[in-house]
């Protein structure tokens, strides 16, 4: 599985930028396909997720902000960051698990001005 990463950028606090992952293969096929972050000086934390049931789920700090999506005839999941803050400032990366295989694509710098 290769996982392609866009759509960060620079935006300012209360913004809000749309990050896609376009897979390889198909999207149904995978367990779960997501998007994990890691700022400077910070371990990488998974931000938000979808299963291959569409159950999704979003770390505490994200909640109401940010929405995980998927299209699985593009093979692409999408990400809604809205109401960005300064702390959101970070490398997505695309990630995704199928059996018991972890798949990773290039990171994507999101950075929030304040």
């Known amino acids: 599985v290769q996982l392609q990463a866009s759509g960060g950028g620079l935006v300012q606090a209360g913004g809000s930028l749309r990050l896609s992952c376009s897979a390889s293969?198909?999207?149904?096929?995978?367990?779960?396909i997501g998007w994990y972050r890691q700022a400077p000086g910070k371990q990488r934390e998974l931000v938000a997720a979808?299963?291959?049931?569409?159950?999704?789920k979003y770390t505490d700090s994200v909640k109401d902000r940010f929405t995980i999506s998927r299209d699985n005839a593009k093979n692409t999941v999408y990400l809604q960051l809205n109401s960005l803050k300064p702390e959101d400032t970070a490398v997505y990366y695309c990630?995704?698990?199928?059996?018991?295989?972890?798949?990773w694509g290039q990171g994507t710098q999101v950075t929030v001005s304040s």
């Open positions: 990630w995704a698990i199928k059996l018991t295989n972890n798949y």
């Open positions: 293969g198909s999207t149904i096929s995978l367990n779960a």
């Open positions: 979808i299963d291959n049931g569409g159950t999704t």
